[in-house]
Structure formats: C-alpha cells, structure tokens
T-cell receptor, first 112, second 115 residues
C-alpha cells in the first residue's frame, strides 16, 4: 500500500516564527488533506489539496502531485498552532475509495 | 449544523464485554467513516459508508467489529468480546463527496479503555 512520510517529526518554534512541514507519499493520489489535531484531541481539517496551492489566513499548502509531496506553511506562528499536523492521502485507483491513509504527523510546539 | 457528534466521549469496560458507539454525521453529508487512533499514531481507517451502504472495510476490522448505518443517517460501531488491544480513540468522520471537494470532518471521538 501507499506510504506516507512526514517531516520533521517534532518542531519547536518561538511565537512569530515561520515553518514548513513536509509530506512525501510513495504513489499517485487522488485525495490529499492536511489536519491539525489540537492538544485536546480534536482533528480539524485545514486543506483538501490533491494538487495546486491554497491559502487560508496564515496557513498555506502546496501539493506537487507529479513529485509526490505536499508542503504546509505556517507563518507568524501562534501558541494556538501547537498540536500535531497530519497529512492524509488516498491512493489513486481510478476512483474514490474512501480510504485515507494518515502519516505519523509532525508535533509542533509554539513557545510564547 | 453542529458538526459530527459522537457518544459516549469515554467508555471504560471490562475485557470480554460488548460496547457500542454512536456517530451522528453532519446532516447533508453522504459519507461516514470510522477510524481508530492509538497514542502517538495517526488515525487508522476502519470502514466507511456511502449513504447506507458499507463500501469498504479494513483488515483491522476483525469479525468482533461491526458497523451499521441504517437509513443513511447515524452510525453505530459495535465491538464484541472486547480485548485490551481494543483500547484506543474511535473517531467518526463525515464528508460530502461532490467530485470537487471531499473534506473530512471529524467528531471528538470516543475513548475506549478495556480493563
């Protein structure tokens, strides 16, 4: 099956700093999503981005499907950005199968 | 729209007992998913429904696990003869599949502890 690797596994930032999280995947995908799991365990969908670039406030994401990677950019980080960021993909079998495979996540800690 | 709702939030049970969890998806969503998450790991796919049809099941879903979605509305996940290895957070998600945007929205989960 498809492999999803996220880097770095852990990241500590000072408030106000910028960061880039990376997601590499081993095969073609028809679905890629980024999630933030806050310290209380709630998973929040950040982006649905199987290809291209999207921006939402201080967050933006880019997926280069042909190169099999996606990047999540966080600018001017805030303490509320702390938590675990997951990339999840669905392998492209020619249709939507509903099976999103999650990476192990990047744990972000933003210090005041 | 109050989002995806899961009950109960916490469940403590003894090994060998049966447990049932409920998920109420976002009302207009046509897909409903069950995932399981253990500490330090990403969520693992268990199964999903398109309306009331269960379309895919993971090999993680042993014969002790069963999921239903009667009438394409809420869903239940039952675990029979629970084992200590079943202890995990059970997450439900829903989405509206349009072919353009298939964002998953997760509930807060049910934390299961098997003693």
């Amino acid at each position: 099956g498809i492999q999803v690797e996220q880097s770095p596994p852990d990241l500590i930032l000072q408030e106000g700093a910028n960061s880039t999280l990376r997601c590499n995947f081993s095969d073609s995908v028809n679905n890629l999503q980024w999630f933030h799991q806050n310290p209380w365990g709630q998973l929040i969908n950040l982006f649905y981005i199987p290809s291209g670039t999207k921006q939402n406030g201080r967050l933006s994401a880019t997926t280069v499907a042909t190169e099999r990677y996606s990047l999540l950019y966080i600018s001017s980080s805030q303490t509320t950005d702390s938590g675990v960021y997951f990339c999840a993909v669905e392998q492209d079998y020619g249709g939507s199968q509903g099976n999103l495979i999650f990476g192990k996540g990047t744990k972000l800690s933003v210090k005041p | 729209d109050t989002g995806v709702s899961q009950n109960p939030r916490h469940k403590i049970t003894k090994r060998g007992q049966n447990v049932t969890f409920r998920c109420d998806p976002i009302s207009e969503h046509n897909r409903l998913y069950w995932y399981r998450q253990t500490l330090g790991q990403g969520p693992e796919f268990l199964t999903y429904f398109q309306n009331e049809a269960q379309l895919e099941k993971s090999r993680l879903l042993s014969d002790r696990f069963s999921a239903e979605r009667p009438k394409g509305s809420f869903s239940t996940l039952e675990i029979q003869r629970t084992e200590q290895g079943d202890s995990a957070m059970y997450l439900c998600a829903s989405s509206l599949v349009t072919g353009v945007n298939e964002k998953l929205f997760f509930g807060s989960g049910t934390q299961l502890s098997v003693l």
